[in-house]
């Protein structure tokens, strides 16, 4: 078989829908195809949703496998699961918030088969009102650091951008395309990511390996990236996506470079707080709340404690 489609939902039904209905819309012709949709312990119904969308979608849907956990666990894991449950050669990774554009399916394909050495291709993130996204990046490290203290990150430190093919250091997998093959050798994502910087470590640990990473233009996907509305679950989101940035430094770096990652990291949402008090729709809160966290990344609670709180409710319910 020539592709999986890999989809995690977590309580997102009707982005989940909409992002299977684009897959069916986007599908290259004559290539064979599965679609895995992985079910992270939701609460809205979104297998029955899932189930019925394949009863109703012809070829597609006859290879559409529907898997439920029965606890929530973090997207590496769920994502290393539809890996190791794939039978494609490759696997289109893919959020339940993104819609891929026509096109963006046959040309993530056609880059990784051109490139024997390249072992995942990015697609190019865009709003839902169509303006591109940052989604390809330079690979965390002292530049980067430094980079983004002085603000300099978006001349240093992303790779997305201009229309041409090209190798970069990492890609969101929102919507990024895996060689299977790649994946097995390196042992699939790191769960100890519970979410943020997964796909980052993972990309990392493939260029170790000797692959390499491509962003492609040519194919593009919508990101409704789903926000929490609560302040909560808000600070829980900005708490786990520091605690991934500071995981990834501490494994592939050294404990005195994570620190110093910490520090001015901490250092360059100062500024935008100050800025913010001043700037119409921005909230200096969130950019205080990004430099605490940033410092101390495992002070408080984050999405990996809101998933055992979940699972414990989960439990007792049954």
Known sequence: MKLSYCVVNTDGRDDLIACLEAIARTHPEGVEAEVLVLDNASGDGSPGEARAWATRSGALGDATTVIVRDRRVGKAENDSLLLREARGEHCLLLNEDAELRPGATAALLATLEADPKAAAAGALLLDPEGRPLHCAWRLPGLVTAVAGALFLHRLLTTESGGTETRKVGWVQSSAMLV?????????????????????????????DAGWSILHVPGAQ???????????????????????????????????????????LGAWSYLPRALAALALPRHDPRRYWLHARKALRPWSSPGMREAAAAHNRRLLASR
């Open 221 to 263: 996907a919508v990101h409704h990236e789903q926000l929490a509305t609560d302040r909560r679950a808000s600070e829980r989101r900005i708490v786990e996506f520091h605690r991934g940035r500071d995981l990834y430094m501490r494994k592939h770096h050294s404990r005195p470079l994570a620190a110093l990652a910490r520090l």
């Open 179 to 207: 060689r299977r093959r790649a994946a097995v050798e390196v042992g699939f994502l790191d769960p100890a990511f519970f979410v943020y910087s997964d796909e980052t470590d993972f990309c990392k640990r493939l260029h």
